[in-house]
């Protein structure tokens, strides 16, 4: 800690989202040096594996549940989660759950029981069923990693309802960056691409601990890998055999 750093004090337990803070990234190194608002002082009781979870995932989570002017589900809300087992998804599916929302997850046939585990009203197997014709709708969809073209997606949505993707392939993300918020303009759904994120946001990380201690969100550890297993963890997430997160311990 540098002499002009008054937040914190050596041995302190702290967390951090380094996204914005690093140099040349480092996401794998075993010393990193970050200003001191890149950190955030950890939950008594929670461990470092389950804080290291929470800067990424569960904040890009709570965020796809809010639109910029505020608006987030409402107690009763049909809210789908697509990608559902992943990283994000689990996330969602909890705090969507903690807003009082009727809670659908989109997965593959081996993670359905995991979905429902996570408090999932219902699950649907996206190898079985595109939820984009099967003819419900929802006034809530977070797709994770977007591979649906924007049009069908809206055809889910109820009216008034909101579609806010988080990644994807290219063609649907540019047109939710660039067709949604100008189909939006011309109708009573809103659709499109969440630019709004804010890394580590103080007042989400806060958030997020208040859920965790009121016992409504739990990070999911699918299974940590040590520092010189990370080529075995990227090749497990990317084989999508994760059911939630993994965690790199070092």
Not at 52 to 72: E, K, V
Not at 79 to 86: F, K, N, P, Y
Not at 226 to 247: M, P
Request: proline share 5%; hydrophobic share 45%.
């Amino acid at each position: 800690m540098g002499t002009t750093a008054t937040r914190f004090k050596p041995g302190d337990q702290v967390f951090a989202d380094l996204f914005a803070y690093v140099r040349g990234g480092g996401a794998f190194a075993e010393f990193v040096c970050a200003r001191e608002k890149a950190f955030q002082p950890m939950a008594a009781g929670m461990t470092f594996e389950d804080a290291a979870t929470l800067p990424h995932s569960a904040i890009l989570a709570l965020q796809g549940l809010r639109l910029r002017n505020g608006r987030t589900p409402e107690p009763g809300d049909k809210v789908l989660i697509d990608g559902a087992s992943g990283n994000v998804g689990p996330f969602a599916v909890q705090i969507a759950k903690s807003m009082g929302a009727e809670v659908t997850g989109v997965c593959s046939t081996e993670k359905v029981d995991f979905v429902r585990s996570l408090g999932a009203d219902d699950v649907i197997d996206y190898t079985k069923v595109d939820y984009t014709s099967a003819g419900e709708r929802y006034d809530w969809i977070v797709d994770t990693d977007s591979h649906h073209s924007i049009f069908r997606v809206r055809r889910a949505l109820r009216p008034k309802g909101v579609y806010v993707t988080l990644g994807g392939t290219s063609v649907p993300i540019f047109s939710a960056l660039l067709l949604g918020p100008l189909i939006s303009r011309f109708s009573d759904r809103w659709s499109g691409l969440l630019i709004w994120w804010k890394p580590f946001n103080p007042d989400d990380v806060a958030t997020l601990k208040q859920l965790i201690a009121a016992g409504k969100l739990k990070p999911v550890i699918d299974r940590q890998f040590s520092l010189n297993e990370v080529v075995e963890a990227l090749r497990w997430v990317d084989e999508g055999r994760a059911r939630g997160k993994v965690v790199i311990t070092v």
